[in-house]
């Protein structure tokens, strides 16, 4: 019989365990279904908003790797998405080579050129070494746009189909499995990268990177390991989001896309696996209320209003939600969730 | 501890079943027969400054067809807006939305936002229309139509004007080039490249060509790199915000009004004047490719009337007026549709081939050039118009100026 307080975990793999009840498997399971079999109730436009968010989960994932878990703080994550993009698009358009080979080769690309402007990490730390970072985001659009012969330059490319052997993914319900899918082994694996060695290195290095140092971790070694990470992730986006937009345009990845990114974390919850994912769902589905049923209403319901009122609203309740979860909530969604689940299992008591 | 999880899982079902439920909710009862079409304009980010009016204007033009014209053979237009914000990630959506709305086909006004959207659109033969186009999106011709002479044939109509009315001096005049970092800068540059030697002007595309962004605050250096090149004309392809920098700088610089600065569609409109101040920008040239305010055209009656009744704010931006007469063309191609093949038996691709491809000589009330769809060629319009700042307003100093079609899909340095 379980009883509705403490642990009885009998082995090592019991008490390591992500889902340790029966209840957390059947959950786990019909949540699986959910979302698998979303595109037989779903139409295409909220099947390309839900792509959007599992594209932008995995790219978020990866910076709260590198903020969140090892505290190296990054404004020029959307360069680091366009690296990816740019470089499955160039290895599948210009060179005609597979899609799996251009998803993998924009990871460790990506991954490899975050490792060379994270080498700043090793001596400067917070506000400079976001400094370099936006650097980064910087030299990274200006060499895509410059680079004509191999980018397109300003004008920009355009991407074929992923598509994995014989299988093209057309339909946005293939390309909903495909992210998914991808979506679904990065959460596993950032989940399960927390408990490991390189994991508790990472928390190390965030909370006293002195002490972390004293301690015996390598410094060097795990900065950049976060880094290659974390970008590694994010090309991994940046090349699905090419193949899912179909064109490539270095606009389509601005200082303004990097800033968000953060936001995103910060709203979810920085340092935990399930605040990414709160963080991308919850601020893609309010872009979706202001920008599809807001503001079209209160343009064609209230034309007495102000020029340009109704379409800054979006902007402003944005900025707006950002504050407000810094001043009342600054652990973010996931540590909300976490205060629900422990009301949960002590209602009615209250501790 | 047993109804605890059974509450749990109860609750747990019922979020799954209204999360599955939420995107049917928009489905209601069928109402009458409309015809639906997808408008998106950037109404905020960047590009505010042109999108919010070219929604206005959209918007103000389809309510006039509607209730005054009776819609399109008595069938009410039905618009589903929205705004992309200028984001190409959202405008990506936009356009899965409007064909998943059934929308016959959409409306942009920026190059920019079209390219974020083409390929999409392309792959699904949905045809759109962009306000303001560059040679990408055209070329090679699919289903995404220019309204109007893209930023390569502003450059050439332009250069047209300049070598034969203004240009005086022996040998080849000496341009340099302004360029916003995408589609709208570089269309320019495309079209100065495949014509400048045919039109004897000499432009070195190596240390006479810049580039800056939306958000640049100053040109300073940019300019101060050719301030002892002897450069004789400016020529600027941008959207409002950094072009006044731009002026601005070369003002500072003293190199305006000494040398003669032109100016592409997408920056010439009143904003640019708001900008800058009228007295920086007295004297410099620019096309577009619509009528303004002053002239004595019919279509520009009702322009002026709802723009003053609906937006007044909006009254002397000359984006109102090109965004209005791109729904007038809207409206026409679901009247020559209708007309074709039957209210019945719409679809995107029937609309384009019975819309779209036999618009011939349609005349939008005087505000554009007349809008005829050529095989091979996807620009609706390919007129533009002289004008320069005088006093503080946009004067017209040319007539009609044809662009002539140039296949940049034949140079190998296109899209490169």
């Known amino acids: ?351 | 501890m047993r109804s605890k999880r059974l509450l749990a899982l109860s609750v747990v079902l019922c979020l799954v079943v209204v999360a599955g439920m939420l995107p049917l909710a928009a489905c209601g009862p069928t109402a009458e027969k409309t015809l639906k079409i997808g408008m998106t304009t950037p109404s905020s980010g960047p590009a505010a400054e042109k999108g919010s009016p070219m929604g206005h204007a959209n918007l103000d033009c389809i309510k006039y067809v509607n209730e005054e014209l009776g819609g399109v053979d008595g069938h009410q237009i039905e618009v589903l807006w929205l705004d992309n914000g200028y984001d190409a990630a959202k405008a990506a959506t936009i356009v899965k939305r409007f064909i998943d709305e059934d929308c016959l086909f959409f409306t942009t006004a920026s190059s920019g936002m079209m390219s974020a959207m083409m390929e999409l659109a392309n792959r699904d033969y949905f045809p759109g229309i962009s306000s303001f186009s560059s040679p990408v999106l055209t070329h090679p011709p699919r289903h995404i139509y220019g309204q109007t002479p893209d930023y390569g044939d502003d450059w050439a109509a332009f250069a047209r004007y300049f070598m034969d009315n203004i240009w005086k001096g022996p040998g080849k005049p000496r341009m340099a080039m302004h360029l916003l970092n995408n589609p709208t800068g570089y269309g320019a540059r495309d079209a100065a490249r495949a014509l400048a030697d045919d039109f004897g002007i000499e432009i070195d595309f190596d240390n006479w060509v810049f580039e800056h962004a939306t958000t640049t605050t100053s040109e300073i250096a940019s300019l101060t790199t050719i301030l002892d090149d002897d450069i004789d004309i400016l020529y600027i392809s941008s959207t409002p915000a950094p072009t006044s920098i731009i002026i601005k700088n070369a003002v500072e610089l003293g190199m305006f009004p000494d040398m003669l600065i032109g100016c592409g569609h997408a920056s010439f409109t009143k904003a640019l004047i708001d900008l800058a101040g009228a007295d920086v920008v007295e004297g410099v040239y620019g096309v577009y490719p619509t009528v303004d305010w002053d002239d004595d055209v019919p279509g520009l009656a009702k322009v002026i009337e709802y723009c003053k009744k609906e937006h007044p704010n909006d009254y002397g931006n000359m984006d109102y007026i090109i965004s209005w007469a791109q729904s007038l063309i809207a409206v026409e191609i679901l009247r020559l549709a209708v007309q074709n093949a039957g209210i019945e038996n719409l679809t995107p691709q029937v609309v384009e081939e019975q819309g779209f491809k036999k618009l011939k000589d349609f005349d939008v009330g005087g505000l554009h050039g007349p809008v005829t769809y050529s095989p091979g060629d996807n620009r609706l319009s390919k007129s533009v118009r002289v004008f320069q700042i005088k006093g503080g307003a946009i004067t017209p100093v040319s007539g009609w100026v044809e662009a002539p079609l140039v296949k940049y899909e034949e140079y190998d340095w296109f899209g490169k």
């Open chain 1, 1 to 351: 019989m379980d009883l509705p307080a403490g642990t009885r975990n009998y082995t090592y793999a019991q008490d390591m365990a992500i889902l340790r009840t029966r209840t957390h498997w059947f959950l786990f399971v019909l949540l699986l279904v959910a979302i698998f079999t979303a595109p037989l109730y779903w139409g295409n436009y909220w099947l390309g908003v839900a792509n959007l968010i599992g594209i932008t989960i995995i790219a978020a994932i990866g910076l709260n790797i590198l903020t969140g878990y090892c505290g190296q703080l990054s404004i020029g994550h959307a360069g680091f998405i366009a690296v990816g993009a740019y470089t499955s698009a160039v290895l599948t358009e210009r060179l005609g080579l597979p899609f799996p080979v251009g998803l993998i080769s924009a990871g460790i690309t990506a991954g490899l050129v975050g490792m060379l402007f994270g080498i700043p990490s090793l001596r400067v730390k917070g506000f400079y070494l976001a400094i370099s970072t936006i650097a980064a985001q910087f030299i990274i659009i200006w060499v895509i746009n410059h680079w004509t012969g191999v980018t397109g330059g300003f004008v920009g490319m355009r991407v074929p189909y992923a598509s994995i052997g014989g299988l093209v993914f057309k339909s946005e319900s293939s390309q909903f499995y495909l992210i998914i899918g991808i979506t679904c082994l990065t959460v596993f694996f950032a989940k399960n990268l927390a408990r490991t060695r390189a994991g508790r290195a990472f928390v190390a290095i965030r909370d006293n990177d002195l002490a972390a140092e004293v301690m015996g971790i390598s410094l060097f070694r795990y900065k950049l390991m976060a880094f290659f990470i974390g970008c590694f992730f994010a090309g991994i986006s940046g090349s699905l989001l090419a193949h899912w937009i179909g064109y490539m345009n270095a606009e389509h990845f601005s200082l303004t896309t990097s800033i968000l990114y953060i936001g995103m974390i910060i709203i979810g919850g920085l340092g935990t696996a399930l605040g990414p994912i709160l963080g991308v769902v919850f601020l893609k589905l309010l872009d979706q209320l202001l920008t599809v049923q807001l503001v079209p209403f209160l343009e064609s319901t209230f034309t007495a209003l102000p020029a340009g009122f109704a379409t800054g609203i979006a902007p402003m309740v944005f900025g707006l939600v950002i504050v407000l979860f810094l001043i009342l909530e600054p652990r973010g969604l996931a540590h909300r969730w976490q205060l629900f689940k422990a009301a949960y299992r002590l209602w009615p008591f209250s501790y």
